[in-house]
Structures are given as C-alpha cells and as structure tokens.
C-alpha cells in the first residue's frame, strides 16, 4: 500500500494499516515530497541557538486525539499550554504585554475584539467554553470534528 504524504495524517494512516489491517511494515510505503516527515509539525533547533523554534503546526488540541495517543505511546515531551483569543495571555479584560486577543473573520475582512459584543460572535464563544466543559463520551458517535459539532449546535455560519 502506497501512503501519499508524511505528515501526521499520512503517519497515522500507514500506522493503522499496520496495526488493525494486519499489513507488514514493509508493505506500506509512505511517500513524502519533503526530505522529511512530520508535515506542518517541525521544529527547528538551529535557527535561534538552544531555542527550539515551531516551523508548522504550534499546538494538539484536546486530550483526546490520535496525535496525543502517539505522542503519549512514543513518550514524547509534551507541555501543557493556556492559549486565549490567539495570544493575550489568559481571560482579563486588559491587555497582556501589549496585546489582547484578536479573532478574524476572513469572509468579512474583519477584526474582532476578544470582547466584541457581536450577538453571533457571542454566541459562539459561548459555545466554546460549552465545548470546553464537554466530556468526549458524551459527544454523538457520528460528530467527525469541530465544525461540525458547532454546526449540530446552531453555530451561527459566519462565525465557523
């Protein structure tokens, strides 16, 4: 079996056939463009001396992924993080180091203020601290991600 790209989709797919479908590891043959694998999950440690630096994706969201189950089963490093509104720091009304959080609605080429109180933008933050308070076996077995989670529960469509 051919696996078309080495990313952590790719990975996992060809970790799967080998696992559940019973393939040899020599019969699964991932292809990847790049001289490396990983995908958008790469670091670098050259680019600032003794800092690693994130070239790809920054953060596994949830506890509850197959990336996590990987990460956890390899006993990779994994740090928490508290990641509010793209960077101010946590839930205060004042702006951290400068900064607070903003969101962009790229349909409408516009900012929104972490605390703006547009009715839809509202309500979909208040689905997200929902979310957030959510126990994973309670979510419907047919749920395939966020989007559509937020779409079964109403989320208004100019915020997804």
């Known amino acids: 079996v051919a696996v ?26 991932v292809l990847e ?39 956890e089963a ?16 946590g839930p205060d009304d004042e ?3 400068g900064c607070i959080g903003m969101y962009y609605l790229g349909a409408e080429k516009r900012l929104l203020r972490f605390d703006d109180p547009d009715p839809d933008f509202v309500k979909f933050n208040e689905m997200l601290w929902q979310l957030g308070e959510t126990e994973p076996a309670s979510v419907k077995d047919d749920v395939r991600n966020m989007k559509q989670w937020l779409e079964d529960q109403g989320c208004p469509q100019r915020m997804l």
């Open 4 to 29: 078309v790209g080495g990313g952590i989709s790719g990975l996992k797919c060809a970790q799967l056939l080998v696992q559940r479908e019973g393939l040899a590891a020599e019969d699964v043959l």
């Open 74 to 89: 390899e006993g990779w490093e994994r740090q928490e993080l508290f990641c509010w509104a793209q960077g101010d720091g």
């Open 95 to 97: 702006p951290v180091d």
């Open 33 to 71: 463009a790049r001289p490396e694998l990983g995908g958008r999950v790469k670091q670098s440690h050259s680019l600032i001396e003794g800092v690693p630096v994130d070239l790809g994706a920054e953060l596994l969201h949830g506890n509850t992924t197959s990336l996590v189950d990987l990460v």
